[in-house]
């Protein structure tokens, strides 16, 4: 009886300790929301055929809403700013915990990346995951020398110094999400034409590292585990230089893994990209408009090649998709 | 007891007033690595201006992948200078070597060979493939050997 | 518990460097055979020795850490020993006491050991007495509610000076000083660093207590609001204080302290401080050496306004800091000269928010500093207030500061946490 006081004062510590690490936390909704696009995906009320982990060369390119208008294809982008190949597998073990799809695509962009690249896009890829032992391993492996633990498990130790920079957007969005992508996919219909990129620079080496291909290995057992059709592509992007030896060592990684692989990039020709109009920052990433393109394009080909369903077809499902639609496109008018 | 104490603090005194007489030496000014072309001497780290290092043949912008600022290029025909965003300034980030009309301060320019890059910057370098870099505080001069050849020179700044 | 204290001591010292155990282990376990031996056999000279030892290696990291600073030979490359500073003092008085026959040799090797290894203080100190550490940590220890209540609050509270308080003004001082500012900016750094040094060296002398206290070890008290003194006798007496102990008992005493003649008594404080100057690093000898000067002059005068007098310390404190903003001692009398010529405090208004601070921080830093004023004038009625509370209001106490050091400390990514500012003596 006597420590009910010092009980309700630890606990009620402990609720405010709580709430300042939530309130603390960016919210990534209207500043930096490339860091909410990991928990979009939590939201999602339908399943999925088509998985799509890589970095920003998936999220900017691929718009899964033009692929279920063209083929009736139901996909999520599961991409995040600079995401490295060990975090591509943490999220799609991790999304396998919801669903099973049937297909997953794999930009291999990453493959040149074999160490933590910043804090920053870190923390825009791990900060929204839900909790898991995905999570616990995913910290692990991309921290880099002055990261902690326990400043991921327990954001106020990283977030304390924005007691004066908190905004509306911190207290708005304590519990709720903003939305900003369509199914992972981010709208962007700015155009600014290719006109000139830095010089192409020598590599003291080429190969892919060991720690990239132990990774690239994780993912097609994951797949072939649980009886996935793994596909391997490169999106179209201009820089930073896909060099012909990356080249070389991807398609005889997947000759000898028997897997299908896609260079986009080389044939943009004949996907009708045209690089003056059909980027928004001068070749790096295809806009709106060319990444319409290249998703219509590659729709084509699964329907082709992989037997997926038609979910117009799927009165339930189909309804949930038109309204995808409808936010779609008001938000494309804005 | 005391006596010896004495003595001992006395001679002490004297040795360490006698050490404190020489001259007190300023730190060395290490020189850092950086690089001079037609007059200009380019630092790594410092703040580039298209007023002081004149019109680039080309120029381009390339944003990262979500934010952090723009990384700018500007070529110069023979080599390349890439700067980075730190709070609103461009500052110079790296400096390429783009053919072998250019050389570094100390003389060095692509298609020279290993043993002569060895002999003007020493044996203190780091290897890793068959990339050999100089390191003086946060400048860096990376080396690309081939055939025993050099085949790209960079010079890049630690940013972290 | 102290086979866990010793085995942690141990483990976590050497983790900072396996040579750094080599050099305290010789001077311990030399150090605890000699006083030994003077149990069976009367030859005291064989202490005398050892202390002697021990000094020079002092003195020769004291040299070491001055050569590599400054340069005057080549630079080479020696770990300089964790806390030798702390350890050798704490050792020679351990070693003198039984050579005076104040206290008894210690004949069980661990127990010694306990002593010189004792993790907490070889960061920052304090130096403690064999006859008062010692048996702390010999007697039988109670795990206490009490002293982790106690222990965790005086562990905040030093948290609370060192990354709210310090962490903010060291922003200042490092941007005048890497910008070579002059003028009325040193004339604020020596102003500042006055804060800046007392919570840096006293929060970590609460982290290093609270944490004892965890263990039911009580250690001596290093600091008792020394800017409330009136002078420079009177700041000594109460800054850190286990240093000023020791210099007194082992120094300026058996030199024959004030027992002598006006001269020679002036001669024994300036030997005093000189020890002191050599103890924090060779090119502190200047900075000694003027503490005991000033003090000579001072000759314990004080005159009856009590606030002028406070006042005017903190000011001669201050302006004697400049040996520790400035390594350099030249460089150091140079900057301070120019507080006496460059009167430009206009600039200094005008530029108060380029040195890395912005408002919230200076508010943060105004209200923190009244707090820890407020907690050194009251200290004693402050205490007693606390000792009355309940453990629940006690634990509320805790939260709080958790709270307080946890969202505006600064810590972390992009804070770089400078290392204690004491540690480097």
């Known amino acids: 009886m006597k420590y009910i006081k010092t009980f309700l004062i630890i606990f009620s510590f402990t609720l405010i300790f709580i709430f300042l690490n939530i309130l603390f936390s960016p919210k990534y909704a209207t500043n930096l929301i490339e860091g909410s696009m990991i928990s979009e995906y939590y939201d999602e009320e339908v399943p999925h055929d088509v998985i799509f982990i890589g970095d920003c060369e998936v999220y900017a390119n691929f718009s899964p809403i033009v692929m279920y208008e063209e083929e009736g294809i139901s996909s999520y982008v599961r991409g995040t700013p600079q995401q490295l190949i060990w975090q591509s597998y943490s999220i799609l073990?991790?999304?396998?915990?919801?669903?099973?799809?049937?297909?997953?695509?794999?930009?291999?962009?990453?493959?040149?990346?074999?160490?933590?690249?910043?804090?920053?896009?870190?923390?825009?890829?791990?900060?929204?995951?839900?909790?898991?032992?995905?999570?616990?391993?995913?910290?692990?492996?991309?921290?880099?020398?002055?990261?902690?633990?326990?400043?991921?498990?327990?954001?106020?130790?990283?977030?304390?110094?924005?007691?004066?920079?908190?905004?509306?957007?911190?207290?708005?969005?304590?519990?709720?999400?903003?939305?900003?992508?369509?199914?992972?996919?981010?709208?962007?219909?700015?155009?600014?034409?290719?006109?000139?990129?830095?010089?192409?620079?020598?590599?003291?080496?080429?190969?892919?590292?060991?720690?990239?291909?132990?990774?690239?290995?994780?993912?097609?057992?994951?797949?072939?585990?649980?009886?996935?059709?793994?596909?391997?592509?490169?999106?179209?992007?201009?820089?930073?230089?896909?060099?012909?030896?990356?080249?070389?060592?991807?398609?005889?990684?997947?000759?000898?893994?028997?897997?299908?692989?896609?260079?986009?990039?080389?044939?943009?020709?004949?996907?009708?990209?045209?690089?003056?109009?059909?980027?928004?920052?001068?070749?790096?990433?295809?806009?709106?408009?060319?990444?319409?393109?290249?998703s219509k394009y590659f729709s084509n080909i699964l329907k082709e090649n992989y037997d997926l369903i038609d979910y117009r077809k799927n009165e339930k499902i189909n309804k949930i998709y038109q309204k995808k639609i409808n936010m779609y496109y008001n938000d494309i008018r804005y | 007891m005391k006596k010896i104490k004495q003595i001992f603090i006395t001679l002490f005194l004297i040795g360490v007033l006698f050490g404190c007489n020489y001259n007190q030496k300023q730190k060395d000014e290490i020189q850092l690595y950086e690089f001079e072309h037609n007059g200009k001497t380019m630092k790594l780290g410092e703040v580039f201006s298209i007023e002081k290092y004149g019109q680039p043949e080309d120029y381009t912008e390339v944003e990262s992948c979500a934010f952090e600022g723009l990384d700018k290029t500007f070529n110069y025909g023979s080599y390349e200078v890439t700067t980075f965003s730190d709070n609103d300034k461009d500052k110079i980030y790296s400096i390429y070597f783009l053919d072998e009309n250019v050389k570094t301060k100390e003389g060095i320019k692509i298609t020279d060979s290993f043993d002569k890059m060895k002999k003007t910057y020493g044996d203190d370098y780091e290897k890793i493939d068959n990339m050999y870099t100089y390191t003086k505080q946060k400048t860096q001069l990376n080396f690309i050997i081939n055939n025993n050849e050099i085949t790209s020179i960079e010079y890049l700044y630690a940013v972290q | 518990m102290n086979i866990f204290i010793l085995i942690f001591s141990i483990l976590i010292y050497a983790s900072f460097g396996i040579y750094n155990l080599i050099y305290i282990l010789l001077s311990t376990l030399i150090s605890f055979f000699s006083a030994k031996t003077l149990k069976?056999?009367?030859?005291?000279?064989?202490?005398?020795?050892?202390?002697?030892?021990?000094?020079?290696?002092?003195?020769?990291?004291?040299?070491?850490?001055?050569?590599?600073?400054?340069?005057?030979?080549?630079?080479?490359?020696?770990?300089?020993?964790?806390?030798?500073?702390?350890?050798?003092?704490?050792?020679?008085?351990?070693?003198?006491?039984?050579?005076?026959?104040?206290?008894?040799?210690?004949?069980?090797?661990?127990?010694?050991?306990?002593?010189?290894?004792?993790?907490?203080?070889?960061?920052?100190?304090?130096?403690?007495?064999?006859?008062?550490?010692?048996?702390?940590?010999?007697?039988?220890?109670?795990?206490?509610?009490?002293?982790?209540?106690?222990?965790?609050?005086?562990?905040?509270?030093?948290?609370?000076?060192?990354?709210?308080?310090?962490?903010?003004?060291?922003?200042?001082?490092?941007?005048?000083?890497?910008?070579?500012?002059?003028?009325?900016?040193?004339?604020?750094?020596?102003?500042?660093?006055?804060?800046?040094?007392?919570?840096?060296?006293?929060?970590?002398i609460d982290i290093v207590l609270g944490v004892s206290n965890l263990f039911d070890i009580k250690l001596v008290e290093n600091f008792d609001?020394?800017?409330?003194?009136?002078?420079?006798?009177?700041?000594?007496?109460?800054?850190?204080?286990?240093?000023?102990?020791?210099?007194?008992?082992?120094?300026?005493?058996?030199?024959?302290?004030?027992?002598?003649?006006?001269?020679?008594?002036?001669?024994?404080?300036?030997?005093?401080?000189?020890?002191?100057?050599?103890?924090?690093?060779?090119?502190?000898?200047?900075?000694?050496?003027?503490?005991?000067?000033?003090?000579?002059?001072?000759?314990?005068?004080?005159?009856?306004?009590?606030?002028?007098?406070?006042?005017?310390?903190?000011?001669?404190?201050?302006?004697?800091?400049?040996?520790?903003?400035y390594p350099n001692s030249i460089e150091a009398l140079t900057k301070l000269s120019t507080i006496f010529y460059e009167f430009n405090y206009i600039s200094l208004f005008k530029n108060l928010f380029i040195f890395g601070l912005e408002i919230s921080d200076y508010l943060i830093l105004i209200i923190s500093i009244v707090i820890i004023m407020i907690f050194d004038i009251k200290k004693l009625r402050i205490k007693e207030e606390i000792k009355k509370m309940t453990t629940n209001k006690k634990i509320i106490i805790i939260l709080i500061l958790f709270l307080l050091v946890i969202t505006f400390g600064r810590y972390g990514i992009g804070f770089n946490v400078n290392e204690f500012i004491y540690s480097k003596f």
């Open chain 3, 225 to 325: 609001s020394p800017y409330l003194s009136e002078n420079l006798k009177e700041f000594w007496k109460r800054w850190n204080i286990t240093l000023s102990n020791f210099l007194k008992d082992y120094v300026y005493i058996p030199l024959g302290g004030n027992r002598v003649s006006k001269i020679r008594n002036n001669i024994n404080i300036l030997i005093t401080f000189f020890v002191s100057g050599i103890w924090h690093g060779i090119n502190y000898i200047l900075w000694g050496l003027l503490n005991g000067i000033i003090l000579i002059i001072e000759n314990n005068k004080k005159s009856k306004n009590r606030i002028l007098n406070i006042i005017f310390n903190y000011i001669i404190v201050s302006l004697l800091w400049i040996f520790f903003i």
């Open chain 3, 40 to 204: 069976k056999s009367k030859r005291k000279k064989l202490i005398l020795i050892v202390i002697i030892l021990n000094i020079l290696l002092l003195l020769f990291f004291k040299l070491y850490i001055y050569n590599n600073f400054f340069g005057i030979f080549e630079k080479t490359s020696i770990i300089v020993p964790i806390g030798i500073s702390y350890y050798t003092f704490q050792i020679i008085s351990y070693l003198i006491d039984v050579y005076n026959e104040k206290i008894d040799a210690e004949t069980n090797l661990f127990n010694f050991l306990l002593y010189a290894l004792y993790l907490p203080y070889l960061f920052i100190g304090p130096i403690s007495r064999y006859s008062q550490l010692g048996n702390q940590l010999k007697k039988k220890k109670k795990i206490k509610l009490e002293n982790f209540i106690y222990g965790f609050m005086r562990i905040l509270f030093g948290l609370f000076k060192k990354v709210i308080i310090a962490q903010r003004i060291i922003v200042i001082i490092n941007y005048i000083v890497e910008n070579n500012f002059t003028g009325s900016y040193v004339l604020l750094s020596c102003l500042l660093y006055s804060i800046l040094i007392y919570c840096d060296f006293s929060g970590g």
């Open chain 1, 93 to 294: 073990k991790e999304t396998l915990k919801y669903e099973k799809p049937k297909v997953v695509v794999f930009n291999v962009n990453s493959m040149r990346y074999n160490k933590p690249v910043s804090e920053a896009y870190n923390r825009l890829t791990i900060d929204k995951m839900k909790w898991s032992k995905e999570k616990i391993e995913i910290i692990n492996n991309s921290m880099l020398k002055d990261e902690t633990f326990i400043s991921y498990l327990f954001p106020i130790i990283r977030y304390h110094s924005r007691y004066d920079k908190l905004t509306k957007e911190d207290f708005e969005y304590l519990f709720k999400r903003k939305k900003n992508t369509h199914n992972g996919f981010l709208i962007n219909t700015n155009v600014k034409p290719y006109t000139s990129l830095p010089s192409k620079k020598i590599l003291s080496n080429y190969s892919f590292s060991d720690i990239d291909y132990s990774y690239l290995d994780k993912i097609v057992s994951l797949c072939k585990k649980n009886n996935i059709e793994l596909i391997l592509i490169k999106a179209p992007s201009l820089y930073p230089y896909w060099y012909e030896e990356y080249e070389t060592q991807i398609q005889e990684y997947s000759r000898k893994n028997n897997l299908q692989y896609y260079n986009f990039a080389s044939i943009s020709n004949e996907i009708g990209i045209n690089y003056n109009l059909d980027t928004y920052d001068g070749g790096l990433h295809l806009n709106l408009s060319g990444a319409t393109k290249l």
